[in-house]
């Protein structure tokens, strides 16, 4: 049999994908009416993502770079298989662990010891595998003293705090990581780029979107830049940066 090494089997493969969102014209069921009388459109195709391909290698460290509305969110979503493209292919092997947005995945009426377990199950471990690293993601998280308390009332730093210690406390083999350590306070980001530079070292593969630019160029070694939903340079992550401040 054919044998292939790991690293030679790409963790995500993105193949011409086309995402389109429907923009709205009309703000009323008035407005609808009018413009349906008047058989104008009530809503036009806008295109986040048009013919996007790249392949991210297993232990690649990957920055997604652009400026705002460039389609990066968008980009990880269909990786972490939150939305599904319209056109083209997604494919990725291995446990992928997104942290998108600020308390996704968290269920706002739990407790943040409940919100564990939960996105714990989700990321796929089982309820012994979290019990037996509880004490190390609430160690983590440095929120000890809110861990019974419902997670509606946390601070964005709180969800941060807990989701990035869950995710770094499974099993996972892509981990994404969509701007949200930026509502962490400093010591807290530092510690988390720690584990994140850790994780890649452990042979992990990372997807980052930041608009700190000098951090990601430092972080990943490759930087795929879009623009209006395109891959407008995919290359070294400095050279990636020079190009989106040129
Ligand atoms: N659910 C949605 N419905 C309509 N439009 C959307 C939706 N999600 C994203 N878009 C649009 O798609 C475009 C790309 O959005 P996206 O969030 O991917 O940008 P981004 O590169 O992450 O930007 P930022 O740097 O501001 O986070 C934007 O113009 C946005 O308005
Ligand atoms: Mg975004």
Known sequence: MLKTSDAAIPRVVVDDVHKDFKLRHTHSIKETFVAALKRKPLTTDFHALDGVSFEIGAGESVALLGFNGSGKSTMLKLISGVLTPDEGKVLTRGRVAGLIEVGAGFHPDLSGRENIYLNAAILGMTKKETEERFDEIVEFSEISQFIDTEVKH????????????????????????????????????????????????????????????????????????????????DGASGDAVAKMRS
């Open 154 to 233: 946390y601070s964005s730093g709180m969800f941060l705090r807990l989701a990035f210690s869950v995710a770094i406390h499974t099993e996972v083999d892509v981990l994404l990581i969509d701007e949200i350590l930026s509502v962490g306070d400093e010591p807290f980001q530092k510690k988390c780029l720690a584990r994140i530079r850790a994780l890649h070292e452990q042979g992990k593969t990372l997807v980052v979107v930041s608009h700190d630019l000098d951090m990601v160029s430092s972080l990943c070694d490759r930087g795929i830049l879009l623009r209006d939903g395109k891959v407008l340079f």
